[in-house]
């Protein structure tokens, strides 16, 4: 019985791990895509910031589906080396996805902060009603 559920979660692992690889080979040929569009239309330092959170937000998802598929491969009868090597990597993706997350906190509210800056000085016009 433990040698069908070992096979099935390694059947399991596969897909998962391909979900995270497809999300992340997604997100970089989006990402790609609109650096190219946004480098011919504005040619601005701001309108690549979209770009890097997109591309933030596939990698985060991308790395939260390969920790799923390490947490499921240790999820049969797991070593106590499997455990340490779970334990290492997924310390290591987290790190990874909060500080990108942090990143994309960050870019969002200079995003913001700038439309705001933006809205602000189109009303403060003279001859502008308001």
């Known amino acids: 019985m433990e040698e069908l559920l070992a096979g099935v979660v390694n059947v399991l692992v596969v897909i998962v791990e391909a979900c995270g690889a497809a999300v992340i080979i997604i997100g970089a040929v989006w990402a790609f895509a609109r650096f ?3 480098g011919f239309t504005q040619r601005t330092t701001a309108a690549f910031v979209p770009v890097r959170l ?3 937000r596939f990698l985060a998802l991308g790395l939260e589906f390969q920790l799923a598929s390490d947490v499921l491969r240790t999820a049969v009868a797991p070593s106590w080396e ?3 090597k779970l334990a290492a990597v997924a ?3 987290t790190a990874l996805n909060y500080f990108l997350e942090k990143e994309i906190d ?4 200079e ?3 700038e439309q705001e800056r933006r809205s602000a000085s ?3 016009r003279p001859g502008h009603p308001g």
């Open 36 to 38: 190219v569009w946004v």
């Open 54 to 56: 997109t591309l933030g």
């Open 82 to 84: 499997e455990l340490g």
């Open 91 to 93: 310390a290591i993706r």
């Open 106 to 109: 960050s870019e969002r509210r």
């Open 111 to 113: 995003i913001e902060a």
């Open 122 to 124: 189109s009303t403060d």
